[in-house]
C-alpha cells in the first residue's frame, strides 16, 4: 500500500472484463471457447470454424462456411503497397517485426470506429500471406499466390513450402491454431483491449498486440524450447542442463505459467498431436524426458511454486513436425492468436470503456 492505493504489479488477480470468448480456469486446468472444449474443437474442427465461433457466437453450418471461406480467401491476396513495404525492410529484421510492421500499413479509410468482423476477416486472412511472402523472398524463391481452394491452414503451409501440404500435417497444424486461438486475458490480448478501448482501429489493436506477444514470457518461447532441447542433445545431460540453469536463477522455456497451475491443458492436447505426426522422431522422446526432468527439478528449486508445462512447449514439437524453421514458431503462433485478438476487440467495441489504471507516484516533489 502507498498513498492509500495496493499495487498490483504485472495486475496479478486483478478481473478487468468480463467475456463470453474464454474461460481459463487455471486451478482444473480447463480451457473453453464459446461452451466448446478447445480440446475437443481442436480434434473435430478447423481453424476456420473456431474463427468463426470466436467472431458470430456459433459454430458455421456448411453453407455458412462455404461463404465465410471464400470471403476469408479473397482477402489473402496481399496489395502490391504492402508488398513494397516489406521489401524494404532489410533481410536481417526479425519476421515478428515485419509482421508487425506489415500489419499495421494493412486498412484504408474504413478502418475507424467501429471496428468490424470484415475487418477481423481480412487482417487475419492476410498474417499467412505476410510471413509466407517474407519468407520466400529471404530464401530466394518466388513468394506463392494463396490459393482459394485451401483451407487457411493448408494454404499457409502451401504458401510456405510451394507445394500441396501432406493432410497428416495439415490436421496437426490445424489442431495447433485451433488450440492456441484464444486465452483470455493474456498479456497481448490485454494489450489488443487497452488500445480498442481507446477507440482506435482495429489493425492498430493488432499490431499492439503483435508487440506484445513477441516476448520469450509470452510468445516468444518456442523457439526457445527448440534451442534447450538442442543444447541438452541427449537424455543424460538433461538433468545437470537444467540444473545449470536454474543454479543460475535462469527460466525454463515452456513451463509455468500466470494463470494455470497445473499442466496446461493445451500441452496435454499438443502432446497426443506431436505423438501422432513426429512418433518416432528421437526430439520427442528427448522433449518427454526434458518435461519429467524439468517438473521434478522445478519443484525441487521452486517447492510450491507449482510449475507445470505449458502450452509452448509441446507446441515446439508440433511446429518442428510439420516442417516449420524455428524462426516461424512465434509468427505461427501469432498467426492462430489473429482470431481471439480480434474477436477481443469487438467485444471491448461493443462495450467500451476506457482502460486506464492508476500508478503511485515514488519521485520527488518540486522544491
Ligand atoms: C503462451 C504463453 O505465454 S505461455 C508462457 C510462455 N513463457 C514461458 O514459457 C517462459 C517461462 N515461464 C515464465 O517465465 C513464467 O512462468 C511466466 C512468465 C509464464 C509466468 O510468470 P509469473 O506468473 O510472473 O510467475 P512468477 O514470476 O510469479 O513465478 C513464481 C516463481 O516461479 C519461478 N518461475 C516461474 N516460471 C519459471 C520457469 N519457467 N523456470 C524457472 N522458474 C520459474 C519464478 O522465478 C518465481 O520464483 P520466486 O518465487 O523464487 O521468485
Ligand atoms: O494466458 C497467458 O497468460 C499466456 C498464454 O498461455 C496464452 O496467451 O496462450
New binding site residues.
Given amino acids: 500500500m502507498t498513498q492509500g492505493l495496493t499495487i498490483h504489479k504485472?495486475l496479478?488477480g486483478v478481473t478487468v472484463t468480463d467475456t463470453e470468448l474464454a474461460l481459463v480456469d487455471g486451478e482444473r486446468g480447463h480451457l473453453v471457447y464459446r461452451g466448446y472444449w478447445a480440446k475437443d474443437l481442436a480434434l473435430q474442427y478447423t481453424y476456420e470454424h473456431v474463427a468463426y465461433l470466436l467472431w458470430f457466437g456459433k459454430l458455421p453450418t456448411e453453407a455458412e462456411l462455404a461463404d465465410f471461406h471464400a470471403k476469408m480467401a479473397q482477402y489473402r491476396i496481399l496489395p502490391d503497397y504492402l508488398k513494397t513495404i516489406i521489401d524494404a525492410i532489410p533481410a536481417g529484421v526479425d519476421m515478428m517485426s515485419v509482421l508487425r510492421t506489415a500489419v499495421s500499413a494493412v486498412g484504408n479509410e474504413s478502418y475507424g470506429w467501429p471496428p468490424t468482423v470484415e475487418q477481423a476477416m481480412e487482417l487475419t486472412a492476410k498474417v499467412p500471406t505476410i510471413i509466407t511472402y517474407r519468407y520466400s523472398r529471404l530464401n530466394g524463391r518466388q513468394p506463392a499466390e494463396p490459393r482459394k481452394d485451401l483451407s487457411h491452414t493448408a494454404n499457409y503451409l502451401y504458401m510456405l513450402f510451394g507445394k500441396e501440404p501432406h493432410p497428416a500435417h495439415v490436421a496437426a497444424l490445424d489442431a495447433y491454431l485451433v488450440l492456441?486461438a484464444e486465452?483470455g486475458m493474456?498479456?497481448s490480448t490485454f494489450s489488443a483491449r487497452v488500445t480498442t478501448s481507446t477507440r482506435s482501429d482495429m489493425a492498430s489493436a493488432v499490431t499492439t498486440a503483435i508487440g506484445t506477444m513477441k516476448g520469450?514470457?509470452?510468445?516468444g518461447?518456442p523457439s526457445?524450447v527448440d534451442e534447450t532441447l538442442a543444447a541438452i542433445g541427449t537424455k543424460e545431460n538433461a538433468e545437470p542442463y537444467l540444473r545449470s540453469l536454474?543454479e543460475r536463477?535462469?527460466?525454463?522455456?515452456?513451463?509455468?505459467?500466470?494463470v494455470y497451475k497445473t499442466r496446461?491443458p493445451r500441452a496435454e492436447a499438443l502432446s497426443i498431436v506431436a505423438k501422432r505426426v513426429a512418433g518416432d522422431d528421437p526430439w520427442l522422446d528427448l522433449a518427454v524426458h526434458v518435461e519429467n526432468v524439468a517438473i521434478r527439478l522445478?519443484e525441487e528449486?521452486?517447492p510450491g511454486?507449482r510449475?507445470y508445462t505449458?502450452?509452448?512447449?509441446y507446441a515446439a514439437a508440433v511446429l518442428r513436425a510439420v516442417g516449420l524453421p524455428k524462426e516461424l514458431y512465434t509468427p505461427t503462433?501469432t498467426l492462430s492468436r489473429m482470431a481471439g485478438w480480434t474477436a477481443h476487440v469487438l467485444e471491448q467495441a461493443a462495450d467500451n470503456r476506457l482502460i486506464r489504471p492508476q500508478s503511485v507516484y515514488t519521485g520527488p516533489m518540486p522544491r
Wanted: charged content about 25%.
Fill in positions: 504485472g496479478e492456441t486465452h493474456n498479456a520469450p514470457l509470452h510468445g518461447a526457445e536454474l536463477g535462469e527460466r525454463l522455456m515452456g513451463f509455468g505459467h500466470r496446461d522445478l528449486y521452486k511454486r510449475l505449458n502450452v509452448e512447449f503462433f
